[in-house]
């Protein structure tokens, strides 16, 4: 794991990672303490294992494995519980910790082409479609204050963009305009201003900001390679992706205006699915 001074949280505080890295063949769940520049793996059994979300004050870790089963694993003794098990396939899940939902992408059936938004609680109850509309509805995520969700919408060949909805599925808007091309994974900033997303616009993904009416637009990235699955930093200050630039599928750190990008990890393993939290010290 490599790092800058510049990671480094105060010293009442801990900055934790949370993220997907294949090991042994398969991707497990793995946390990496920024104030250490230290990488500790959590998950063990021979499944893969994608999207780590903390929940419970970072006491735990919510995950999907690659056959769309929902589990949660205890950081302390690394226990591992199904959660949802009834329910069926899980995608792109996303958590509101205001709300204590879980935001959700369900295809329809085999229509690898038709998949709508939905969200339930960890009980499995109060199950709620929000998307009614043709095509794919995916990549939900939560603005911090639990009110509205952003998401991509699109057709599988088609053009693929960044829409906004209240958090009961009213008020639908699109944020992005693009022909052909595809707007993806969005998430807020903490503050709830500022939209990060991918896209392939100009040729190779990249990452891009806006605020959250859509407006200022940017490119932070501008690079060849592969820059996928933004989020920030839970100060707001910086930005967390994943990149192949280093050859392999890595974590990479840069400002929020696209300056001074730097390698998390190593560049000899892959890695992806950063989760950010941080925390007060005990």
Known sequence: ILGTSSLCPAQDEADLIAYSHLTDGYWQIWILDLAKFESQQITTSSVDKRYPIWIKGGKKIMYRTSNAEMFIVDVENKKETQ??????????????????RLAFTRYEGYLKDESEIWTIQLDGQDQRVLTHEPGMQYNPAWSPDGNTIVYASG????????????????????????????????????????????????????????????????????????DTKPSFSPDGKQIIFTSTRSGTLGLWVMNIDGTNPRRLTDGKSECQDASWIRLKKE
């Open 83 to 100: 959660i949802l098990d009834k329910f069926g396939v899980i995608t792109d899940p996303a958590w509101s910790e205001v709300n204590k």
């Open 155 to 226: 057709k599988t060949f088609g053009t693929h963009q960044i829409w906004i909805m209240d958090k009961d599925g009213k008020n639908q808007k699109k944020l992005t305009e693009n022909t052909g091309k595809w707007d993806i994974l969005p998430a807020f900033s903490p503050d709830g201003e500022k939209i990060v997303f991918a896209s392939n616009r100009e040729g190779s993904f990249d990452i891009w900001i806006m605020d959250k009416h859509g407006k200022g637009l940017k490119n932070l990235t501008k690079n060849e390679a592969l």
